[in-house]
């Protein structure tokens, strides 16, 4: 195994810890506010970040190191972040003004879960294609 791919084995480590003390801060004894806080979704979404980004990183460098650039690699890329721009979007939805609670609290609810977890699909479908894609 190369360089290249022990370092994205890391940051998906990193980003799995980072994802962990995101949802569950008082794991650490962190937990400082009763509901959730724009700290802890920005948390949440490097976390997520870190996990799609360390994928590509392994699957660059253990398949597609030296070979060409081809289409199908190209869309598994997009749609990996067009899925972390979506689950950013629906979980900074109240943050923004956007979502259903605009009175100034951030709540974390069960659409902008359903959200996240869209988007993370989404980008594991980008990596798994960004994977597959031989040439």
Known sequence: MNRLAQTGIFTIVLGSVTLFLGFFPYAVNL??????????????????????LGSYIVAYGL???GRPRTLLRDIGVRLGMTGLVMSGAAMLAD???????TSGAIVFGWLQALGMLTGFFISMVGVLIYGIARS
Not at 35 to 51: C, E, R, S
Not at 95 to 101: E, I, L, P, R
């Open 95 to 101: 943050v923004m003004g956007v979502g259903s609670h």
């Open 31 to 52: 937990d400082t506010t009763p509901d959730i806080g724009i700290a802890q979704i920005l948390t949440i979404l490097v976390g997520l970040f870190l996990v799609v």
């Open 63 to 65: 398949i597609h190191r």
